[in-house]
T-cell receptor, first 114, second 115 residues
């Protein structure tokens, strides 16, 4: 079956612009996670969805970051007024939710803010 | 809060030999899961092996095995018969035994398998 997919693979934008990053989880997975991975570091948690609702958004760095999952499947991470420090790889993962804790990752989106 | 530490930024091993990657973690919880993920240059984070804290038996997946020492809060990964395709970043990760909890990752170990 298909794994987690993320689009675009790479995104280059200018400082101050708005970007959207998309994640399509494994079919049937109710839990969806976003992580941010800076160069040379391990991923850091941003936000977790169970179904349509954000169950834990404690990792979002500030109010420029927002994520939605309106139908409980695809999720979009939105970043307003991008800054050079937002440059990183944004990883999405999904898991079966209450029936399993193992998270399966997508290939990530590399965001570069010039 | 949980923390995960990988003390080896880089390691290398000759093809066909065995290498062990170290990981320590800190938690006050008793029920949790530990993982090793592999991240090749393609960026895809691939699950290598998983260990439930309540299981005393060390997990094994083909050439990959772990040495889980709960009291010492240590979780090392042993790769036997190393192959060139094992070259990648390896991340140790922790999550509580509660579906929906975030993964806490270590800083990673870059493994190079040499021909």
């Amino acid at each position: 079956g298909a794994g987690v997919s993320q689009t675009p693979s790479n995104k280059v934008t200018e400082k101050g612009k708005y970007v959207e990053l998309r994640c399509d989880p494994i079919s049937g997975h109710t839990a969806l996670y976003w992580y941010r991975q800076s160069l040379g570091q391990g991923p850091e948690f941003l936000i977790y969805f169970q179904g349509t609702g954000a169950a834990d958004d404690s990792g979002l760095p500030n109010d420029r970051f927002f994520a939605v999952r309106p139908e409980g499947s695809v999720s979009t991470l939105k970043i307003q007024r991008t800054e050079r420090g937002d440059s990183a790889v944004y990883l999405c993962a999904s898991s079966p939710g209450t029936s399993g804790v193992t998270q399966y990752f997508g290939p990530g989106t590399r965001l570069t803010v010039l | 809060a949980q923390t995960v530490t990988q003390s080896q930024p880089e390691m290398s091993v000759q093809e066909a030999e065995t290498v062990t990657l170290s990981c320590t973690y800190d938690t006050s919880e008793n029920n949790y899961y530990l993982f090793w993920y592999k991240q090749p240059p393609s960026r895809q984070m691939i699950l290598v092996i998983r260990q439930e804290a309540y299981k005393q038996q060390n997990a094994t997946e083909n050439r990959f095995s772990v040495n889980f020492q709960k009291a010492a809060k240590s979780f090392s990964l042993k790769i036997s018969d190393s192959q060139l395709g094992d070259t990648a970043m390896y991340f140790c990760a922790f999550t509580l035994n509660n579906a929906g909890n975030m993964l806490t990752f270590g800083g990673g170990t870059r493994l190079m398998v040499k021909p």
